[in-house]
């Protein structure tokens, strides 16, 4: 089991709320860093192809202020492997992108995409960026992921944190033996586990017991506590729950 699970903060919604209004408040930079400050071990945003949230000079501030691993969130396009080939983060998530949804809806289609997957991939490591995939916990998309050439993959909760939120105990028991599955298959695929979407603190916990997954990404629920704690107790909180859940 890895000693410390890192938590990735995902800032897109601070530039939601920025956006909004217009104008440079609040900053998603400065976001980033009062969450470091308080704990985050990387910061996570996607820049979407409407730029709904966080845009291209975002993105360039961020690689060149933090001091820790940026995760930039994209859709599989030759626009954005450009943006991210210039900015050069840490490392790029490959996530599904709808024009229409109001946030990732699901797993990317790691089998019927992959012939259109794997030069994105490849390209983005000759750049020496860490790859990742967002994907639904099933054997048949770990299998197709590592077969792409990802390093990791991150676990879509969807499903699962969706089940806990209704009460619904046997959908959300069953939803979570699927992440436990999937979870232990990328140690024999030797495929880094990462996992996100609709975490929050009970969630966070309970998952965090998974001795394969050594990374969570989550940003709508820390800045919506954020509103009412600051985002430094919210981080605060997060990793120790984090910890207490990996014990």
Known sequence: MATRLRLGFNIDHVATLRNARGGGVPDPLRAAELAVAAGADGITAHLREDRRHIHDEDMTRLKAKLRVPLNFEMAATEQMLDVALAVKPYAACLVPERRTERTTEGGLDVIGGHDHLKPFVAELGRAGIVVALFIEPQAEALEAARSIGALAIELHTGA?????????????????????????????????????????????????????????NIGHFLIAEAIFVGIEAAIRKMRATMDAGRK
């Open 160 to 216: 699962w944190c969706n089940a806990v939120l209704d009460g619904e105990k046997t959908r959300a028991t069953d939803e979570f033996a699927r992440l436990r599955a999937a979870a232990a298959l990328t140690t024999k695929l030797g495929i880094e586990c990462h996992a996100g979407h609709g975490l929050d603190y009970q969630t966070a916990r309970q998952i965090s017991s998974l001795p394969e997954v050594v990374e969570l």
